[in-house]
């Protein structure tokens, strides 16, 4: 496990929820096994990091300058593994399980932020959190993420990737984007064309 880096996950650029489910994938397609890119502390800090601006955690203690421990890394991977349920009930056409959305809805109410003047910005606002616990904050981004794809307009696009053996979730850009990574495009043509091959000797025998 300890060799698969964010560097390694298919997809990312997607809402926050998104990413963050989209840690875990399956590497080496149908045969591949089920892998984790967040998988300790190090990379939850390194996601953190990249995600820094959608987080918008700043005015906290900043999560890429502070060390990241177990305790945050378990409450990550909770609110992914609820995260999953969810999306797979919804994008499956079935009803969201209940502890999922309990979950989901705890992490985001665990944090509010709003905006306020300040002295130190007389031009503008500042955005303050209720809490100083960065996790917390960040947790509740996420959280509000994952409640916006499942309620709002996105939720029509949101597709769980459908070449086999792929477990990553989408929101569907355009009608061009059938798969979640070119990766999984090209597998699903390369295996298509070896299917029509193989009937094609088929037939002729
Ligand atoms: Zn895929």
Redesign the pocket.
Known sequence: MGEVTMGDV??QGEPLALDLVNTTFVRGGLRGRVVDALCEPEALHDWLAAHRTELGVTGLECPAGVSVGEPELRRFQELRQALREALTAETSGTTWPDAAVRHINRAAHGATRWRELSASAPTGSVEVWSTKDWATAALARVAESGVALLSGEQRDALRA???PG???F?VQSGPARQ???S??GNRVRVARHANRAKITVDDSG
């Open positions: 298919p997809v990737c459908r070449a792929c477990i990553l989408f798969w979640c990574s990766g999984c």
